[in-house]
């Protein structure tokens, strides 16, 4: 227990040295966050749109600076990932989930002039449940 000065019965000297001292490691831990460097995250060009029609889904982004060799597409029944990067100077990562599902070995894609598009049939939603009868 420390002891109270004279002049101070309830303490509030002590509290506020220790308020002040507080404050001030605060804002030395706020100096020292601010001067860490941050990280560049790869910046990607472009937008993707997803359009959804009767019987397929539409996708089409723009990549603009990529070679066709230099993009991966990957499709699945739910979902699509497309990756691609040109000797390190554009980097492109797209990822997109979807309720309808799709038949991946229906999927056909184009590149011209730095857009791609990708065409997938949606497959045939079959009804669920069934109707039960009472006896």
Do not use: C
Not at 26 to 33: D, R, T, V
Request: glycine share 6%; hydrophobic share 35%; charged share 35%.
């Amino acid at each position: 227990m420390t002891r109270r000065r004279k002049n101070d019965p309830l303490g509030i000297e002590e509290l506020l040295d220790t308020w002040i001292e507080m404050m001030s490691i605060a804002s030395n831990m706020e100096q020292n966050i601010a001067r860490k460097p941050t990280v560049a995250r790869p910046k990607h060009e472009g937008t993707m749109s997803y359009e959804d029609r009767d019987k397929d889904i539409v996708f089409t982004i723009d990549m603009p600076g990529v070679a066709k060799k230099d993009i991966d597409i990957n499709i699945e029944e739910h979902s699509i990932t497309v990756k691609a990067e040109n000797g390190g100077k554009r980097k492109y990562n797209y990822s997109r989930k979807f309720k309808p599902a799709v038949d991946p070995d229906t999927a056909k894609a184009t590149f011209t002039n730095g857009v791609l598009d990708i065409t997938v049939t949606k497959l045939e939603s079959k009804p669920t449940g069934r109707k039960v009868a009472i006896k």
